[in-house]
């Protein structure tokens, strides 16, 4: 009857616009883990005694466990075997002093991805960590950020010229025995950023990390840590793509949070890794595990845009130790095509009055699966703690399918509790009411999406709010016909 | 303004429209009326371009443009609006957001300047308080836990800040109280004008007290089988439908 074909039910593939690859020489490790390829990767950054024992300990850890499987998603078993646990572009002699000295080809890249790294195009107020495959490559502002005694580095770097801190902090919220894929990234971890904000201090700019992954047939096991003495502030953002490769990779990173007295840490993800195409061949295993422990009156606040990823396995969680701490996460993870996403978080409440709060908005278009999953637990000497939850899923299309796991477990009788879920559907009468009001039925799809994710999307950092929409646009690009 | 010539259409090989032929030049109101499953609400629905309806047969020619070519969006830029029935909730989606986003696309395809923020609110406050309406309703999410009233006044806003073409009210009446319907009347009569046209479609003559309809036609099984003036509706209010779908058979 009209050239408009029925809106939802089609759906094509949209591009992936980050799939490119960086042809530069790469050093990267045979497939394979055992003690050797540990002890490679240890010596290749120089590391005290220490830390390769531990990551010894880690990897014996490893090799006695099983990879999880209660999440809700499938995938053929992983070879650890086949995989290499390092690969960083070849550096002639020492390696570049300073980000002027870096390959051409790599800044390059990193102007690709909208993430420029020189001095002249510098992205106002936000400094930035790059990692490449298993290396940082350079932290922008660094000087600037030292003036005020903030530390921002490569996790490698900090090794070498803060080995207390670091010694002080890792694996002190995420353990090596933690569980299957943190224990591999305590034996494996390559890079990663480092942040430590000195007592009293507020951050005087947004700190970012950029991940990419560019060699094939490697796994990306980044490490960070980020330490906010007392009452100490800071925003931290996160963003990763990698290139449209036909087969899966593994990125399995660890994320360690700790906010001390009177500290506040926000932590905001957007997760763009190629998510694989339309029958699921391709795309970023992403095996996340995000900690944060919260002292008295600390405040912990997680926020992630996941658009990206073949699989999405993670569960950004705080512990509320201290009294009145706050711990808070707000997500919105998008599956399309054949992504499969199981992501929540975990509130463990142990202090007095402490508060928590979870906002989650799952979108699922094509053939995409998506979960929450999620923990509330208050301990018993946790008076008086309070929880909200709120799990909103959102499907568009007949093909996909949205699932809640909520988990509560009260131990004290004074907890509050309250959990909102609800599940609806993109209408065609949604659409067509956009439609007929002179509106693209793609705009519609994205104006509704917008509305439904808002309450995340404030979360954001001002800046990073208007790329997550636009992200979230470019993702949902073919969902309609 | 509008033509439709012997439209035939239904859903899923079932014909609903059997032929429906209706003349509506610039500057006239019509009225369509008609017992319950006539087919008033497939008539809006197919000159809005819903999707889900097969149209089997015959033309609508909105001036020269063939309607029937053309996607919903398209439609609506041509200044085609239907006020609906059961208007839709959009979550999340502040309504100001929504209706600049819909009146810069119309204006843009008039080739128009857009409207930014401040001129789009100056432009919409004072259609407001023209229509008697609280200027809350821009900061609330479209159609979002609105009262039936609401959603009916919300169209009305709508369709104010469109000015379209054509406009159809499909039962915009049903379920507004006495004091709903008064600001709906007076905003289809504030349209009103010699370069557009309106199509209300009704299931009781109840509306036609605020709305003076220059045709009144009643629609049974598909097709117009009566049509008149407002008085019309006056005979139809007092002896109902049935002398007519009699003399119809």
Known sequence: MSAHTDTIDEFVASDYKYGFVTDIESESLEPGLNEDVVRFISAKKNEPEWLLEWRLKALRHFEKMESPTWPHVKYPPVDFQDISYYSAPKKKGDGPKSLDEVDPKLLETYEKLGVPLHERARLAGVAVDAVFDSESIGTTFKEDLASAGVIFCSISEAVQEHPELVKKYLGTVVPYTDNFYATLNSAVFSDGSFVYIPKGTRCPMELSTYFRINAANTGQFERTLIVAEESSHVSYLEGCTAPMRDENQLHAAVVELVALDNAEIKYSTVQNWYPGDEEGRGGIYNFVTKRGICKTNAKISWTQVETGSAITWKYPSVILQGDNSIGEFYSVALTNKAQQADTGTKMVHIGKNTRSTIVSKGISAGKGQNSYRGLVQVGKKAKNARNFSQCDSLLIGDKCGAHTFPYIEAKNPSASIEHEATTSKIGEDQIFYCNQRGLEPQDAVNMIVNGFCKEVFRELPMEFAVEAQKLLDVSLEGSVG | ?249
């Open chain 2, 1 to 249: 303004m509008l033509e439709i010539k012997n439209l035939q259409a239904g859903i899923e090989n079932k014909p609903i429209l059997k032929g429906i032929d209706l003349s509506v030049n610039a500057g006239e109101v019509h009225a369509i009326m008609g017992p319950n499953g006539s087919g008033k609400s497939t008539l809006a629905s197919v000159l809005a371009g819903r999707d889900g309806y097969d149209v089997t047969g015959g033309e609508v020619l909105l001036q020269d443009d063939d309607l029937l070519d053309l996607a919903p969006e398209e439609r609506a830029r041509e200044g085609v609006f239907l006020a609906f029935q059961y208007p839709v909730e959009i979550p999340g989606v502040n309504s100001a957001y929504f209706l600049r986003s819909a009146v810069n696309e119309i204006r843009k395809h008039r080739g128009e300047e857009e409207l930014d923020a401040m001129n789009f609110l100056k432009a919409v406050k004072a259609k407001m308080k023209e229509l008697g309406l609280s200027e809350d309703f821009l900061k609330r999410p479209v159609n979002a836990g609105f009262s039936g009233g609401e959603k009916k006044r919300n169209e009305i806003l709508q369709m104010a800040m469109l000015n379209p073409k054509l406009a159809v009210l499909d039962e915009t009446d049903s379920g507004l109280d006495i004091d709903a319907l008064r600001i709906v009347a007076d905003g289809v009569n504030r349209l009103k004008g010699t370069d557009n046209a309106q199509v209300v479609i009704t299931h009781y003559q109840r509306l036609l007290d605020y709305i003076v309809p220059d045709f009144v036609h009643v629609l049974y099984d598909g097709r117009i089988i009566k049509s008149g003036d407002k008085t019309l509706a006056h005979e139809l209010e007092e002896k109902g439908y049935d002398w007519l779908i009699r003399d119809a058979a």
